[in-house]
């Protein structure tokens, strides 16, 4: 989580992309993902600091997807991210929980999870996010 939080906030981007989204809605950032993991039995430490593009080996950590509250199992979805290794290509989270670059021919097979960030003085007063029970918020 960590390594992508500097690729997203650095200025080295491949072909000029931008670095920063001025939207009030958008898709997460791959970094968002690896920072929603609460660890289990593995640390979160452990979990921030390893490789996203690991996380579904059987290395021993395997908590970090399974406590990952953005984690969607057997889905894939995309992210927002000005790193890529093409200008064609995009990261996202693959059915089992990796992060890595995805070209955009294989957008059949991804979801997209739209995300708001909130002020701090925001707060969700009712609802649990479902469809049929959103969450109600105080401004």
Known sequence: AREWYDKEHSSQTYNGNPTTWKGYVGLMYPSDYGYATSGGTTTRETCLNKELYNWNTNNGIEECKKNDWLFDPGNYQWT???YAS???DAAGVDATGNVYPYSNLDVNYFRV???LYLKSD???VGGNGSKDNPYRVTI
Do not use: A
């Open 80 to 82: 927002i991210s000005p």
């Open 86 to 88: 093409t200008y064609f």
């Open 113 to 115: 999870r739209p995300v």
């Open 122 to 124: 925001v707060k969700i």
